[in-house]
């Protein structure tokens, strides 16, 4: 039977021992430090935990804030940048702007409102964008109204530059004063156009008088 030397055989036990004890010390080590890490995270203030994530949450909160203020601006600037149609309605052919308004208790020679009433003079701009020939009738297609719904009508009154009846081309405008009777009483006018034919259309405006 063949047999080691007894030096050999030490060597081979002294190697077998060390190599225990080291992967025994490594173990060791390496338990102790993940042991070290939990309990280092274990006793850290929650406060840190804060102070990290609050700031991030407002820093998001803030983005989203500064995000609407900006398109809030956009939106502003390109309401300001409307041209002069932007009162238009989708469904109606024309545009009508109140220049002005304004009372005259007076009238002009024979023509005079009679006691307890005042004309009431709108100075009006009608624009036709249809891309027809629009038929023009103030004395028809045109009226007041007041806070109280009460109706008025066209008065005869020889006023300077009226708004004369007639056709208006396409992309042409025209301009002129419209009178109305109306008792000294009534308050917060209502100027309307209605047109029906061949065009159809609905437009108020209110007054401000001055």
Known sequence: ??????????????????????????????????????????????????????????????????????????????????????HRQPAHYIDVDVESASLDPNGIGPFTPGTGYTYVIVQVEVENYSGELMHLAPVLQTYLTDDAGNRYEMAPDPIPNPLMAGPVANNTKREGALTYNVPTSAHNFTFHFDIDSPLKARISRPLTLQ
């Open 1 to 86: 039977m063949h047999r080691f030397p007894d030096n050999a055989i030490r060597t081979r036990l002294q190697r077998t021992i060390f190599c225990k004890v080291t992967t025994w010390d490594l173990y060791n080590e390496t338990t102790h430090k993940k042991q070290t890490r939990n309990a280092q995270l274990r006793h850290t203030p929650q406060s840190w935990h804060l102070h990290v994530r609050f700031p991030l949450a407002a820093l998001m909160i803030g983005l989203w804030f500064g995000l609407g203020i900006f398109t809030g601006i956009l939106l502003l600037y390109a309401h300001q940048q409307t041209p002069e149609y932007k």
